[in-house]
């Protein structure tokens, strides 16, 4: 069943205004139910952690079923593999200083020049704590791959770890994260994987891809600003937290620092919701072949809805290339192949010619038409593309309660611009 736009748009109180959002890949609109669940918790059971009472009780509830919910979406094998945190920085600066426990001076890791500084920085830092060496791979400045033939020589020397994202949050790159895990693992090295950018545009199954660490940001997907990790659990059995002493060391809180955002994780469980909810209403399409790759229950809601996800934003994907590339002296960074559209996602950066991309913003926003400029963080994309001294690039960003009607207005709206 294809998606009804208005039934969707209608869960999502903020969209009822006049703009477009094409701000997503900063963060989406809220969905309702995570909303809900939000001011639920605050007024019915917000209390602080393993109290004998019944708001602290109802309280701890939510928490275990909003790490059911997580372990569900991502397809993790138990709740205990689930860690909530501040956000993605937050966790793995966390969690990077835990890992690099086992490091040695002398050891290598690899990083690669498409990423998000999140998954970068974290990993340097520790690495000059350690003595331990980064090896860099880069992507192609054409299509916006990366080159899987630099990851392999440098999976040569043996490294301790490789981080790498899911989807590039600048230039839209789907890396095919299954190939690189199994290489990574042939080498010996943990794989840790940022899919931030990826979690709002198709499934995801830490069991399939065989990842050892992935994590992810609820506000990036309908809901609060949080960061959600999933961990092999033997593999944060073993890890040592770094945390003040009455805390548990037990799983699933044994690397939640401190009073955790229980509102906020409430929200999460909400998110969540909103995507059992778009399974049952247009997902049903795709129950025979995903229950014969063994999901059920609210699995195979979660995956139903993030199928149908997939294929609607593939149009949007399309409509955004096609339109952009009508826009006179428009450039696209990234892959603008058709036929490779399944290699990305629907986020595409690009220059407008010769105007700064804060001026691109700002005239876009006079037309009630939300986009990011700069470099989105992902600073050694713009650098590597000789763009970091000129303002970066303009950034659009669909997920699926964006239209193709949206599309065409934004289009409009940058032909005038151009003119």
């Keep these: ?245 009455p805390a548990t060391n037990e799983l699933p809180g044994k690397f939640e620092t401190g009073t955790q955002n229980h509102e906020g994780i409430a929200g999460i469980l909400g998110a969540i919701e909103y995507f059992e909810w778009l399974g049952k209403e247009f997902g049903g399409h795709y129950v025979d072949g995903l229950r014969e790759e063994g999901y059920n229950g609210r699995k195979l809601l979660l995956k139903q809805a993030m199928t149908a996800v997939h294929a609607y934003e593939f149009e949007l994907s399309r409509a955004l290339l096609s339109t952009l590339e009508a826009v006179p002296g428009l450039r696209i960074f990234g892959n603008t192949d058709a036929r490779r559209l399944d290699e990305r996602i629907a986020t595409f950066s690009f220059r407008l010619g010769d105007m700064h991309p804060h001026t691109v913003a700002e005239r876009l926003a006079a037309e009630n038409i939300y986009v990011w400029d700069g470099n989105y963080y992902a600073i050694n994309v713009t650098e590597r593309l000789g763009l970091e001294d000129k303002g970066g690039m303009v950034r659009v960003g669909a997920v699926h309660y964006n239209t193709l009607e949206e599309v065409a207005k934004l289009g409009q709206a940058l032909k005038k611009i151009a003119g």
């Design 1 to 245: 069943m294809a998606l009804d736009l208005s039934v969707i748009r209608a869960q999502f109180p903020a969209l009822d205004r006049p703009a477009i959002f094409f701000d997503n890949p900063g963060g989406t609109q809220v969905a309702k139910q995570s909303i809900d669940r939000i001011t639920k918790y605050l007024v019915e059971c917000n209390a602080n952690h393993g109290g004998a009472f019944a708001t602290s009780i109802t309280s701890d509830a939510v928490l275990d079923e909003a790490h059911q919910a997580m372990a569900d979406f991502y397809n993790a094998a138990s709740p205990d593999e689930i860690v909530f945190g501040n956000n993605m920085t937050t966790i793995t600066l966390h969690l990077s200083r835990s890992i690099a426990r086992e490091w040695k001076e002398g050891d290598e890791i690899v990083l690669t020049r498409l990423d998000h500084d999140a998954n970068v920085t974290p990993w340097v830092l520790t690495a000059q704590d350690k003595g331990v060496k980064v090896n860099w791979v880069d992507f192609d400045v054409e299509d916006g791959t990366l080159k899987l033939d630099d990851l392999q020589k440098a999976l040569e020397r043996k490294p301790k770890l490789v981080a790498i994202g899911y989807a590039s949050n600048s230039l839209g790159t789907v890396n095919p994260v299954e190939k690189i895990t199994k290489m990574a693992h042939d080498a010996g090295a943990l794989v840790y994987v940022d899919a931030v950018q990826y979690a709002v545009h198709g499934p995801i199954d830490v069991q399939k891809l065989g990842v050892d660490f992935l994590i992810s940001s609820s506000y990036k997907y309908f809901g609060p600003h949080a960061g959600i990790l999933y961990g092999k659990r033997e593999l944060l059995e073993k890890l040592v937290a770094y945390k003040v002493r």
